[in-house]
Nanobody, 121 residues
């Protein structure tokens, strides 16, 4: 049974910080991308940050310089450190692992249940 369990969301004031955690369990095969997505009410899900083979990272332009993705392989955990939070960061944040081919096709994917982040002004 493959499972991604997220935690760390909550309510903070603008300018505050949160750290999201995603703990993976079970046997996860052939993934090469790990990261975080978010979805705000009425909007499509968007990539926040990810990393992949070779240690390459990618960030949503709106979060560059404020968010940082990291992992601890010994704990099977991926983190998203979020600093200087803004009200527009309010969304449900989802952990994602997947296998991505050279043409961009996802052949295998795992998702967390989501954790709510709410930033008040």
């Amino acid at each position: 049974q493959v499972q991604l369990v997220e935690s760390g969301g909550g309510l903070v004031q603008a300018g505050g910080s949160l750290r999201l955690s995603c703990v993976a369990s079970g046997t996860i095969w052939s993934i090469n991308v790990m990261g975080w997505y978010r979805q705000a009410p009425g909007k499509q899900r968007e990539l926040v940050a990810d990393f992949r083979t070779g240690g390459i990272t990618k960030y949503l332009d709106l979060v560059k310089g404020r968010f940082s993705i990291s992992k601890d392989n010994t704990k099977n955990t991926v983190y998203l450190q979020m600093n200087n939070l803004r009200p527009e960061d309010t969304a449900v944040y989802y952990c994602n692992f997947h296998n991505e081919l050279n043409d961009g096709i996802w052949t295998r994917e795992y998702w967390g249940q989501g954790t709510q982040v709410t930033v008040s002004s």
